[in-house]
Nanobody
Framework: QVQLVESGGGLVQPGGSLRLSCAASRSIANIYAMGWYRQAPGKQRELVALITSGGITNYADSVKGRFTISRDNAKNTVYLQMNSLKPEDTAVYYC???????WGQGTQVTVSS
């Protein structure tokens, strides 16, 4: 079992930036992929970004060019750098570790003026 703890959410104005962090309770160096998902009110949870152990990344079309996922295996942490934020990015963001079917508790991101 692996516990995931997200941090870094908050309120930001449109055009602003936030960096989310997800710390895992054990080594993630050999785990195939980690991802960030989000769920807005009244909508289904959707994939935002995914990164493999080798650093290959994949993004939802809606965030390409604005968000960057990265990982630091030495710190057992995955990050999501979010730039040029839009109101439609408002959601609860979750970290996901598919190999263990683990989810974090979520962190709220609100983009509003």
């Amino acid at each position: 079992q692996v516990q995931l703890v997200e941090s870094g959410g908050g309120l930001v104005q449109p055009g602003g930036s936030l960096r989310l962090s997800c710390a895992a309770s054990r080594s993630i160096a050999n785990i195939y992929a980690m991802g960030w998902y989000r769920q807005a009110p009244g909508k289904q949870r959707e994939l935002v970004a995914l990164i493999t152990s080798g650093g290959i990344t994949n993004y939802a079309d809606s965030v390409k060019g604005r968000f960057t996922i990265s990982r630091d295996n030495a710190k057992n942490t995955v990050y999501l750098q979010m730039n040029s934020l839009k109101p439609e990015d408002t959601a609860v963001y979750y970290c996901h570790l598919p190999a263990f079917s683990s989810w974090g508790q979520g962190t709220q991101v609100t983009v509003s003026s």
